[in-house]
């Protein structure tokens, strides 16, 4: 079994309203499931980083609904293809601000 990711390049487009309040990025599923629209938004976020994110623990949670699974996966995915070092995968429960705090603390 080979542990090999590869990267690839994907031209896409600006969409507007991708800004992020501070509660993340609000809108419907429908709008996330546009062709890229979520890669997009994953990879801006981890641009932002900087050289910070290399090597670096991401901690990746969703509450269970509707595409958070496919958002997950992509998630993961892109964060590879950055550099990040580990994911710990939190999706499958809720996730509140000061356990995701708590944890990052312990790491």
Avoid at 36 to 63: C, P, R
Avoid at 75 to 93: D, L, R
Wanted: net charge positive; glycine share 8%.
């Amino acid at each position: 079994m080979s542990n090999t990711v590869t990267s690839i390049i994907i031209e896409t487009r600006i969409y507007d309203g991708q800004k992020p309040g501070t509660s993340g990025l609000r809108k419907a599923v429908q709008v996330f499931m546009q062709e890229h629209y979520t890669e997009n938004f994953i990879q801006a976020i981890l641009q932002a980083l900087g050289d910070k994110l290399f090597g670096s623990t991401l901690v990746v949670g969703g509450d269970g609904r509707y595409y958070v699974k496919e958002a997950v996966e992509k998630i993961i995915k892109i964060a590879a293809a950055n550099g990040v070092k580990k994911i710990n995968n939190w999706s499958k429960w809720y996730t509140f601000n000061s356990s995701c705090i708590y944890y990052n603390k312990k790491i």
